[in-house]
């Protein structure tokens, strides 16, 4: 079965900081992955997404992040953060083959200072 | 506007008093879901329905109902709310599964407190 685990539920960074949230993924087959945003008292919306091809994802808001099958690993990352980043950030995974499965993280919150 | 919309946003009840949140898209979406958010858990999925009159069992389905007999809505029953089923829900829609690719669209989410 496929899991997802969010290392840190929270990460805090100061404005302009690199931001990198870790993502791991549990999968006996290739997974399809995501990346949502929950911005306060809002619904998630997609970051961005891997499905197959090139490994190195770009997502909305300047974010991407790399698909590394050696490692199981899907981390997002912003070279610059920006106040508006503040936000909980969900990992996810499915299966091409278990169509109406996707499985999420616990999340992380990202927090960034002056 | 491409929407998912839920009502109410947030609800207070008691007990074993029946209750119906709905939901519903505009974008003639197949697949609907319904997910809960609690603290450290992330979202769990409730219920899911891959198109008019096909429902299935998500991992926490205990307690909860769904229908669907229109494409666009979707409404989560609880007929007789607990305590544990205070939560903050959501309901989403895409064009197929996350399975095939595709973007989950949510709701802003109904939050319910369960006395």
């Known amino acids: 079965a496929q899991s997802v685990t969010q290392l840190g539920s929270h990460v805090s960074v100061s404005e302009g900081a690199l931001v990198l949230l870790r993502c791991n993924y549990s999968?006996?087959?290739?997974?399809?992955l995501f990346w949502y945003v929950q911005y306060p008292n809002q619904g998630l919306q997609l970051l961005l997404k891997?499905?197959?091809?090139?490994?190195l994802v770009k997502g909305i808001n300047g974010f991407e992040a790399e698909f590394k099958k050696s490692e199981t690993s899907f981390h997002l990352t912003k070279p610059s953060a920006h106040m508006s980043d503040a936000a909980e950030y969900f990992c996810?995974?499915?299966?091409?083959?278990?169509?109406?499965?996707?499985?999420f993280g616990s999340g992380t919150r990202l927090s960034i200072r002056p | 506007e491409a929407q998912v919309t839920q009502n109410p946003r947030y609800l207070i009840t008691v007990t074993g008093k029946k209750l119906t949140v709905t939901c519903s898209q505009n974008?003639?979406?197949?697949?609907m879901s319904w997910y809960r958010q609690d603290p450290g858990l992330g979202l769990r999925q409730i219920y899911y329905?891959?198109?008019?009159?096909?429902?299935d069992k998500g991992d926490v389905p205990e307690g909860y109902k769904v229908s669907r007999k229109e494409k666009r809505n979707f409404p989560l029953i609880l007929e007789s709310p607990s305590p544990n089923q205070t939560s903050l829900y959501f309901c989403?829609?895409?064009?197929?599964?996350?399975?095939?690719?595709?973007?989950?669209?949510f709701g802003p989410g109904t939050r319910l407190t369960v006395l």
């Open positions: 989403a829609s895409s064009f197929s599964s996350g399975g095939m690719g595709g973007e989950q669209f």
């Open positions: 999968s006996s087959v290739p997974p399809y």
């Open positions: 891997y499905t197959t091809g090139a490994t």
């Open positions: 996810a995974v499915t299966l091409y083959s278990s169509a109406s499965k996707i499985i």
């Open positions: 974008m003639n979406h197949e697949y």
């Open positions: 329905s891959m198109n008019v009159e096909v429902t």
